[in-house]
């Protein structure tokens, strides 16, 4: 069989795999779903001062409860998945085997690439039905063209994030923890308005605020000087990307911590 086959091979049994995972399912689909149901009809009525320009509070929060299903599928699902894997020998024992890693990387990477638009799908079908927030065709791609590239990219942090915790026990609380700080800061639960310059500032070098600045660029391209592609933003994202690639290339280990 071709690299290709077999990727595919591979990403079929992965997303099988996560079908049947009901915290997978959880964390991916189900909160963001219902936060975006939550925060939406809280802030029906509202407008939020963003770039210069007053946006509603179901457009301000839908573009973002898509980044937190995107953060989910990667920074919290993925690491968890490859924690586990690795601690419980799973890696160490395909790795034994004549497939490549790059058939391996290819399933995991296309399974969080799958889940990313199925939010994006979801999301923007409720947004419209329930919320009225409507989309343009160009728009539509802009935005899964910004998901595309804003997966792939955390998937390479995922993978370096996962060189750094070395227990399966540890790997949940560990990823709560940083994902809830990390969108707590990127103005993902709370309007970003209301933060700090210095705050905002911290949180434009890290990877989730930047990549909800291009979602809401593609959504409502008025906050991005009537551009929908936030390249400047994307760019960052992609920069997180490349950077959790190498250092995962050089930390990474398919055999368990403890041994």
């Known amino acids: 069989m ?24 959880g964390f991916t689909l189900a909160l963001p779903l219902l936060l975006l149901l939550l925060f939406g009809y809280i802030f029906r009525h509202e407008s939020f001062t963003y770039s210069g320009v007053s946006i509603p509070g179901d ?8 980044v937190l299903g ?20 799973a890696l160490k024992r395909r790795r034994a085997t ?60 995922a993978y370096a994030v996962s060189t750094l915790i070395k ?21 993902i639960y709370i309007p970003e308005n209301l933060f700090p310059a210095w705050l905002r500032d911290v949180a434009q070098v890290l990877p989730v605020r930047p990549l909800a600045v291009a979602m809401q660029a593609a959504f409502d391209p008025r906050t991005n000087g009537g ?10 994202v992609a920069a997180w990307g490349v950077a959790g690639t190498l250092f995962a290339v050089r930390r990474f280990s398919w055999s368990p911590s403890q041994q």
């Open 2 to 25: 071709s690299t290709a086959s077999l990727v595919a091979h591979q990403a079929r049994y992965d997303l099988r795999t996560f079908l049947r995972d009901p915290r997978a399912r």
């Open 59 to 66: 457009s301000y929060y839908l573009p973002r409860m898509i």
């Open 70 to 89: 995107l953060a989910s599928a990667t920074l919290s699902n993925l690491v968890v998945t490859l924690v586990a894997k690795r601690e419980t020998g």
């Open 98 to 157: 004549p497939v490549r890693p790059v058939v391996l990387i290819g399933g995991d990477v296309i399974t969080s690439e799958v889940s990313g638009l199925t939010i994006v799908i979801v999301l923007s079908i409720v947004g419209w039905a329930v919320f009225g927030v409507h989309q343009t065709a160009s728009g539509a791609g802009a935005v899964i063209a910004t998901a595309v590239i804003g997966t792939a990219a955390l998937c390479g942090v």
């Open 167 to 187: 227990s399966v026990d540890a790997a949940g609380p560990l990823v709560m923890l940083i994902m809830f700080t990390l969108n707590a800061i990127s103005g």
């Open 227 to 236: 551009r929908q592609f936030a390249w400047p933003d994307l760019l960052i």
